[in-house]
């Protein structure tokens, strides 16, 4: 996750506990978590970027995304990364602020550019993501293809390049996770909040910053029930 305050609710409805990063990564932002096992319900691992050491922000975006999820996944083998947090949807695809997607059948980018032969499609990233339509079904959660950018606005390239992706949620990490996520051989999967509808002629930021909040105990909740029932699983 790339924020404390997407992180927060899920932290405490898990009882994760704070611990320490691998002596490697001491002096990086990354915090981790750890919920034990309980019951039906598997060990929970959660990785927040942290704060940026020269700003006092929140490290949201790729590059801090491709660092946390190395971090985590440098502790030992998972079944499933989920990157989880905040997103952008459109009005054009019917979304509305508090839904929930689930990452299907891909991850992607859209403002990685690289017109060369073989480059194009690692611009484009497409990583597929874990099949899980019926679980999404059962927690009626949307399916979409979420596409990531550096930017949390959406540019007239970004949006012609998203337009003919398909994407219907646009983030600034999942990208970055899932490549990571690949580089391990760990299945992965998004699961994200609307917080802002890109196509809205209110401001990103000022959606966003409204509505936060309540997206954050959006996710907490969907989050929750989908760690059980893959427990079950």
Not at 54 to 66: E, L, M, N, Q, Y
Request: with cysteine; proline share 5%.
């Amino acid at each position: 996750m790339a924020m404390e305050a997407e992180a927060a609710p899920l932290r405490a409805a898990l009882g994760a506990v704070s611990i320490e990063s691998p002596s490697w990564a001491a002096s990086l932002p990354v915090r981790l978590a750890v919920a034990p096992a309980s019951g039906d319900r598997p060990e929970v691992v959660l990785a927040v970027n942290g704060t940026d050491p020269a700003t006092g922000v929140d490290c949201i975006g790729s590059t801090a995304a491709a660092l946390s999820t190395h971090v985590a996944l440098g502790l030992g083998p998972a079944d499933i990364v989920i990157t989880a947090g905040t997103a952008g949807g459109w009005q054009r695809a019917d979304a509305a602020i508090g839904d929930v997607y689930v990452a299907w059948p891909h991850i992607a980018c859209h403002d990685r550019r690289i017109e060369l032969p073989g480059f194009d499609r690692f611009g484009r990233g497409e990583i597929p993501t874990a099949d899980l339509r019926d679980l999404a079904g059962e927690l009626g959660c949307r399916l979409g293809i979420v596409t990531t950018g550096d930017s949390l606005d959406e540019s007239t390239t970004d949006r012609e390049r998203i337009l003919a992706s398909g994407a219907e949620v646009k983030e600034m990490e999942a990208a970055a996770v899932a490549w990571v996520a690949q580089l391990h051989g760990t299945p992965v999967t998004g699961v994200k909040a609307i917080t802002d509808l890109v196509d809205s002629p209110v401001a990103t930021a000022t959606q966003f910053t409204e509505n936060l909040a309540a997206a954050a105990e959006s996710l907490q909740a969907t989050m929750v029930n989908l760690i059980d029932r893959l427990g079950d699983q």
